[in-house]
């Protein structure tokens, strides 16, 4: 196979409800669409997820425009392949970097996936044939205003919800929530923002008779002795995001034992490829994993939803429908949930969604075309 085309699109969504984190507050979302084309005509589409801001990691909406631009797309085009897990080898020597690798990755997988005839699910080794979405909710003004929050994502069906924590707004918001919800399940992610502080460790253990399924990432991302330490402390499963950036980093906290569940994600570990690694070194130590998400339009969902439908991705994926986040997606049809499952579209050929390239152009605050030499 070779990609004799490439075009990336800077599109921008509004988002339907503000999302805010321990770190920032959203209205709309810029991400990088991806358009590969084969030397057989075929189109693949992938999506550069990464946040406009460097606080979730390292990398921007322009880092990431600028290094697939300048470092990603020269390395991929006119290269002969056979098989997507041997792109990573092509842009081996691109340290980090790897929302924008993650975006180019998916779009070869589906590319490879359409030459072939199959699901992407099943190019990625899938076996499910539907995938439990949970919802991640953002801070709120009042735990109230949470709580009502809460109530819309399970009055429309899902079965798990996350919510973001961040120094001061933990403990109150968390036990209001688990007042109205005793049966749900609920869990909190913090994004890094705690620290070993014993008012930050006080406020942190008094979640841990809230009933949580995890609490995901407390601590910043490179303190995986903080989480070690905290973990031996606690009855509730530490989950961890941003730590866990490659397969080393994985192999390091399964030996410091600073892990009990994963939380994949695409975008953060490099692409589909990177992704699936992750998933076998996590159940071969019987970690269990679920599929995070950076907010994907739709074209990043629907590689989260054929991901998900690996067999150790026993947890509740944040693959939430479309409609949570945008009014309008960029494909065709919408990804969309029944009672908080989404099905994986195992008829398909690709990721059995068509991207509305019309309205891709309209949204795009820049594009750019590359072809081999
Ligand atoms: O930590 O999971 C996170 C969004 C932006 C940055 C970090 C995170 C998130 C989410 C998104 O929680 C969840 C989703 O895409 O549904
Ligand atoms: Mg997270």
Known sequence: MRIVAAELFHARLPLVHEFETSSHRKAHLDHILVRLTSASGAVGWGEIASPSDPYY??????SCWHVASEY?????LGAEWSHPRELPALWSKVRGNEFAKAGIDMAGWTLWAIESGISLAEALGGTRQRVVAGVSLGIEATPADLVAQVARQVDAGYPRVKLKIAPGWDVEPVRAVRARFPELDLHVDANGAYTEHPDHLAALRGLDDAGLSMIEQPFAPRNLLAHARFRRTLTTPICLDESIVDLDDLRTALALEAIAILNIKVSRMGGLTAAVA????ARAHDVPV??????????????NVALSSLPGFTLPSD???SDKYYSRDVVIPPISADRGLVDVPWQAVGDGHRVDEAFVREISLRALQRSAG
């Open 57 to 62: 990691c390292g990398e921007t909406v322009d």
């Open 72 to 76: 990603l797309l020269p390395a991929v």
């Open 278 to 281: 992750a998933h076998d070194l």
């Open 290 to 303: 679920w599929c995070g998400g950076m907010h994907e339009f739709g074209v990043g969902r629907a590689a």
């Open 319 to 321: 693959v939430s429908a």
